[in-house]
C-alpha cells in the first residue's frame, strides 16, 4: 500500500482501467485509440466477455485495462481490492444517448470502492457518444450528470474526490484529447516535461507544440498555452501523413537490413504553409514525435512590406527582401533544429532517469533528476535565444 | 494572346452510379465522406477547370436521372454530344438494370458516332469497393470485354478503370484521363528525364496543382527499365491521396502548404514543392553518402530547393509553348 503514495511510475500508476456499463463503448474506444480502427468500423464490435488488457509505451510504459460491463466487481471470488489497488487511473465510461442513471449508482458505487482502496486514484468519467447529441444538450448532459454524481459522492460521505468529466466521440478528435489528460496525470514527469517545452517555445518562436505517442495520437505533453482543438487535429494529421509518405517508399528488404546494422534515422519533416507558418515534426525517442507549429513573424512583416513597397516602387527591390527574409527564415529553422535536438537530449536523459527511479530508492532520486535537466536545457536555450534575437533584427526594424 | 484551349468533357452515366460524387473528390476537394450531402444532379451541371494553367476543362456532368437522359438523346442531342474530346462513363457494379445501363451507353455512343468520332472514351466501373476483393479482377475483365464487344460497331477503343472513391483507384483513372488531354507530355518527359539526371533521383513526380492528379514521372516513362519493382505500384494515386489529405487538413487552418520536406526514416527523402503555377513537383532522393552530420544535410536541402527553383523556367517555357501550339 505504501508505494501507491510515491511517484514510481513502472509498477502503481502505470495501468488505466477503463469501465462502465455494457455497451458503452469502452472496446470502441480502444480500437480506435490504440488499433486506429476506423470509427465507423467498431459497429462490428463483439461484446467483450473477459477483462482485456492493452500495452502502450510512451515516456513511461502504460497498461490499459478493459473490464467487460457485465462483470460483478463486488462478489466474492473477485479479487477487486487487488485490482484498485495496482491502478493509477479509473475511466468510467458513460454513454450519454442512453438512460444514464443506472450508470451514475454503478459509478459511484465503483468510486466509494475504489477510493476506499486506493485514495490516490484519479477518477476520470467520459460522457462519451456525444455525436449524436446536439450542442446545447451536450452542456445539458453533462451538468446533469456532474451534479447527479456529486450528490451521490456526497450521499456517500466523500467530498474530497476529485472527478473529473469529458465529453467525448469517437467520431472526432476529443476522445484523443481526453486519454491525452487522463494519461498526462500518470506521467511524474509532467511539469518539468512541460517547463521543457515552454523553454522551446519561448526561444524559437514557436507558436504549439505538442509531444505526441505516434501510434495513438495521444499527446504526452505540451506548452502551457491553450490546446485549439484543431490545431492539435493539425498536428496529429501531420503525423499520419509524413508516416504514410515515408512509408510508400521503404523497401522491405532494405528496411531489415538496416535495422540490423545500423539504427534507424529520425524522421523529420517540414512544410512550409503558404501563411508563413512552418509545421515542424521530429522524431523522439519511444515512439514520440514533437511536433511543432512555428509562426514566422518576419515573413509576414516583409510580405506586408513588399506590398508597400510594390505600390511605391518597382518589384525587384520587394522580391530581394523576400528572399533576404527566407533566409533567416533558414536561419531560425537551424536554430530551432538545434534546441529541438536539446530537448530531445534532455528527454533521453529524463527517461533514464525515470528508469533509475525504479531500480532505486525512488523517493529521493526522482527530485534530483529534475533539476538537473532543467539547467540543460535552460543553457542550451540561453545561447540559442541569443543566436535566434540575432537572426531577427533585421525586419524588426521595419 | 495565348488563347487557352478548352477541352469538353461528358460525364455519364445511370443516376446514383457516383458521377457528381468522383467531381467533387477530384476536383472540389471533399473528401469520400463529404460526398454523401450530395444530392442528384438536375439536367447538366457544367463545371469550368483550369488545369495547367493554359487548358480548360469543360466538365459536363449529366444528371442521369430517366427524365434528363431521354432528353439528352433526343432535343438536346447535338448540344450536348457535338465538340466532345472525352466521354466519361461511369457504371454503378452494383446495378440492379444493367441492361438498361447498357442501353444508355448505346445510346452515347450512337451519338457520339454522329456529332464527334474522335472522341476518347473511358469507362469506370464504379464502387469496386463493393465487390469482394479477390473477385474484383474477375469482374473487371468481364465487364469490359462486354462493353467492348458492344461498341466494336461504333469504332470506339474503350480504356477502362475499376474506381472507387474509398480508394487511390480514382486518382489513377483522372490522371490518365487527363493526360490524354495533354499536348505536349512528350517535352514534359523528356526535360524531366534531364532534371532526373541531373539530380540523380531516385525518383520524380508531377502533380497538377489543384486536382493533385499525376501528370508525369520518370518511373512511367522509363518504363522498360524497371527501376524499382519493389516499390508499391499504387504509389503515386497513394501520394495524391495523402497529399490532398493533408491540404485539406491545413485548411483548417485556413492556409495552404508552400512545401513539404520529409527526411524518411529508411534514408530517403522527399521533397515537395511548387514548380510552377500549376504543378507540385516531387524528388525522392535516396541517402548514398554514409555522412550524417546536420550541416551537409542541411545544405543538401537547400540545393535540391535551388534546383527545383532553376528548373522552374523550363517547366514554364513548356507551359506556355503548350497554349501557342493550340
Not at chain 1, 32 to 50: G, I, R
Not at chain 1, 72 to 93: H, M
Not at chain 1, 143 to 170: A, C, H, K, P, W
Amino acid at each position: 500500500m505504501e508505494a501507491t503514495l510515491l511517484p514510481n511510475p513502472k509498477d502503481t500508476n502505470a495501468t488505466i482501467l477503463l469501465m462502465g456499463l455494457r455497451r458503452g463503448g469502452k472496446s470502441s474506444i480502444c480500437k480506435v485509440v490504440f488499433h486506429n480502427m476506423q470509427p465507423l468500423d467498431t459497429l462490428y464490435l463483439e461484446s467483450t466477455s473477459k477483462p482485456t488488457t492493452e500495452q502502450f509505451s510512451s515516456l513511461i510504459d502504460l497498461s490499459v485495462m478493459e473490464l467487460p460491463g457485465q462483470l460483478n466487481y463486488f462478489e466474492p471470488n473477485y479479487d477487486s481490492e487487488r485490482l484498485f489497488s495496482s491502478i493509477g487511473a479509473l475511466v468510467y465510461v458513460i454513454d450519454s444517448q442512453d438512460e444514464y442513471l443506472n450508470a451514475l449508482t454503478n459509478l459511484s458505487m465503483i468510486i466509494e470502492f475504489a477510493y476506499k482502496v486506493n485514495p490516490k486514484i484519479n477518477i476520470e468519467v467520459l460522457i462519451h457518444k456525444i455525436d449524436g447529441l446536439s450542442e446545447d444538450y451536450r452542456i445539458d448532459a453533462q451538468r446533469d450528470i456532474m451534479q447527479r454524481t456529486g450528490d451521490e459522492l456526497l450521499d456517500l460521505g466523500l467530498e474530497g474526490v476529485q472527478v473529473s468529466f469529458y465529453l467525448t466521440s469517437i467520431f472526432d478528435h476529443s476522445i484523443y484529447e481526453a486519454f491525452s489528460r487522463i494519461v498526462q496525470k500518470l506521467i511524474p514527469e509532467l511539469p518539468s516535461l512541460e517547463n521543457m517545452l515552454d523553454n522551446l517555445v519561448q526561444h524559437s518562436s514557436i507558436d504549439k507544440v505538442f509531444l505526441f505517442d505516434v501510434n495513438s495520437k495521444i499527446y504526452v505533453a505540451t506548452d502551457s498555452s491553450p490546446v485549439d482543438i484543431q490545431t492539435y487535429e493539425v498536428c496529429a494529421e501531420f503525423i499520419d501523413i509524413t508516416i504514410d509518405l515515408d512509408d510508400l517508399y521503404v523497401e522491405n528488404e532494405e528496411s531489415n537490413r538496416k535495422q540490423d546494422s545500423e539504427s534507424v534515422k529520425e524522421l523529420k519533416s517540414i512544410s512550409h504553409l503558404s501563411s508563413g507558418s512552418i509545421l515542424y515534426l521530429k522524431q523522439m525517442i519511444r515512439g514520440l514525435a514533437l511536433v511543432a507549429i512555428i509562426r514566422n513573424d518576419d515573413i509576414r512583416n516583409s510580405v506586408n512590406n513588399n506590398n508597400n513597397i510594390n505600390s511605391d516602387f518597382n518589384d525587384s527591390n520587394g522580391e530581394e527582401l523576400l528572399s533576404s527574409s527566407s533566409s533567416n527564415q533558414d536561419k531560425s529553422l537551424t536554430i530551432i533544429d538545434y534546441n529541438v535536438n536539446l530537448f530531445k537530449q534532455s528527454l533521453m536523459r529524463m527517461w533514464e532517469n525515470s528508469r533509475m527511479v525504479n531500480q532505486n530508492d525512488f523517493s529521493e532520486n526522482s527530485q534530483q533528476g529534475e533539476p538537473q535537466i532543467y539547467n540543460v536545457e535552460s543553457n542550451g536555450a540561453g545561447t540559442a535565444l541569443f543566436k535566434d534575437n540575432n537572426s531577427h533584427v533585421p525586419p524588426m526594424h521595419n | 494572346m495565348s488563347h487557352s484551349s478548352r477541352k469538353k468533357l461528358l460525364l455519364m452515366g445511370r443516376s446514383g452510379s457516383g458521377k457528381s460524387s468522383m467531381r467533387s473528390i477530384i476536383f472540389s476537394n471533399y473528401s469520400a465522406f463529404d460526398t454523401r450531402r450530395l444530392g442528384a444532379t438536375i439536367d447538366v451541371e457544367h463545371s469550368h477547370l483550369r488545369f495547367l494553367g493554359n487548358m480548360t476543362l469543360n466538365l459536363w456532368d449529366c444528371g442521369g436521372q430517366d427524365v434528363f437522359m431521354d432528353n439528352y438523346f433526343t432535343n438536346q442531342k447535338d448540344h450536348i454530344f457535338k465538340m466532345v474530346q472525352v466521354l466519361i462513363h461511369v457504371f454503378d457494379v452494383e446495378s440492379k438494370s444493367i441492361n438498361k445501363d447498357i442501353e444508355i451507353f448505346i445510346k452515347a455512343l450512337t451519338n457520339l458516332q454522329k456529332y464527334s468520332p474522335g472522341a476518347k472514351i473511358f469507362v469506370l466501373l464504379h464502387k469496386m469497393d463493393l465487390v469482394q476483393i479477390d473477385k474484383r479482377e474477375e469482374l473487371f475483365t468481364i465487364m469490359m470485354e462486354k462493353l467492348q464487344k458492344i461498341s466494336n460497331p461504333y469504332q470506339f477503343k474503350l480504356i477502362g478503370f475499376p474506381t472507387s472513391i474509398w480508394d487511390e483507384s480514382l486518382y489513377k483513372a483522372w490522371s490518365q484521363i487527363v493526360c490524354s488531354l495533354i499536348p505536349n507530355m512528350n517535352l514534359f518527359n523528356n526535360n524531366l528525364l534531364k532534371l532526373n539526371s541531373i539530380l540523380d533521383s531516385e525518383e520524380i513526380i508531377l502533380f497538377e496543382k489543384t486536382t493533385f492528379l499525376v501528370i508525369s514521372s520518370t518511373a512511367s516513362i522509363q518504363q522498360q527499365e524497371t527501376t524499382n519493382e519493389e516499390l508499391d505500384p499504387k504509389r503515386f494515386e497513394k501520394i495524391s491521396n495523402i497529399i490532398k489529405t493533408y491540404k485539406q487538413s491545413i485548411s483548417k487552418l485556413r492556409t495552404n502548404f508552400n512545401n513539404l520536406i520529409i527526411r524518411g526514416s529508411g534514408g530517403s527523402h522527399f521533397y515537395i514543392d511548387i514548380l510552377t503555377d500549376n504543378m507540385f513537383i516531387m524528388i525522392v532522393l535516396k541517402d548514398k553518402s554514409q555522412l550524417d552530420s546536420n550541416n551537409i544535410q542541411q545544405h543538401e536541402e537547400l540545393l535540391i530547393l535551388e534546383n527545383i527553383r532553376a528548373a522552374r523556367k523550363w517547366f514554364e517555357k513548356i507551359e506556355n509553348s503548350g497554349s501557342n501550339l493550340q
